[in-house]
T-cell receptor, first 112, second 113 residues
Framework: GESVGLHLPTLSVQEGDNSIINCAYS??????FIWYKQESGKGPQFIID?????DKRQGQRVTVLLNKTVKHLSLQIAATQPGDSAVYFC???????????FGGGTRLMVKP | NAGVTQTPKFQVLKTGQSMTLQCAQD?????MYWYRQDPGMGLRLIYY???????DKGEVPNGYNVSRLNKREFSLRLESAAPSQTSVYFC????????????FGSGTRLTVV
């Protein structure tokens, strides 16, 4: 079936370094992708989104890259801070746009 | 603060017991969703309500029922709880059907023993 997955379950980075979190998706018809951040004990929070007609989108310290050829999505966090420590999920919309399909999550750990 | 409120935050049930998880949003959103999150896994959609008066099954609806009581409230009911339903449950809402602008609640941690 359709699925969204992540390459790495845990990513450890040094404070101040850049972080890259990767995600693979299998549904080539998906047209909308989102990255969420989930801190311990909290619900997911929207970070950034991108539509399939775009390759790149930038926010504040975050950039999402979409490679439709290989069905790959990545989240780049610049100058990673301790407050960035969380689990990050990618998600895609289904064809009808009614539901989000989430990946398994990557835990980002920032070392001081 | 505006947002999605879930109650209770924690619950322990015995196998076979029933309970209802409550969710309310004050953002005047049309669509509401129930997800479950198991350890090390992403969120899986249980049920959703595109608008008041409508509900639809998601990826993992078995063992659950939902009620869209009004535009604000969307409840999830476990009629006969099973250990496999031990999970963290998240309610979310969005202004329109689809993934745009989901706002999630803080979750209900349910343990079935």
């Amino acid at each position: 079936g359709e699925s969204v997955g992540l390459h790495l379950p845990t990513l450890s980075v040094q404070e101040g370094d850049n972080s890259i979190i990767n995600c693979a998706y299998s549904n080539s018809a998906s047209d909308y992708f989102i990255w969420y951040k989930q801190e311990s004990g909290k619900g997911p929070q929207f970070i950034i989104d991108i539509r399939s007609n775009m390759d790149k989108r930038q926010g504040q310290r975050v950039t999402v890259l979409l490679n439709k050829t290989v069905k790959h999505l990545s989240l780049q966090i610049a100058a990673t801070q301790p407050g960035d420590s969380a689990v990050y999920f990618c998600a895609e919309s289904n064809n009808a746009g009614n539901m989000l399909t989430f990946g398994g999550g990557t835990r980002l750990m920032v070392k001081p | 603060n505006a947002g999605v409120t879930q109650t209770p935050k924690f619950q322990v049930l015995k196998t076979g017991q029933s309970m209802t998880l409550q969710c309310a949003q004050d953002m005047n959103h049309n669509s509401m969703y129930w997800y479950r999150q198991d350890p090390g896994m992403g969120l899986r959609l249980i049920y959703y309500s595109a608008s008041e008066g409508t509900t639809d099954k998601g990826e993992v609806p078995n063992g659950y029922n939902v009620s869209r009581l009004n535009k604000r409230e969307f409840s999830l009911r476990l009629e006969s709880a099973a250990p496999s339903q031990t999970s963290v449950y998240f309610c979310a809402s969005s202004e329109q059907t689809g993934p745009y602008g989901y706002t999630f609640g803080s979750g209900t941690r349910l343990t079935v023993v």
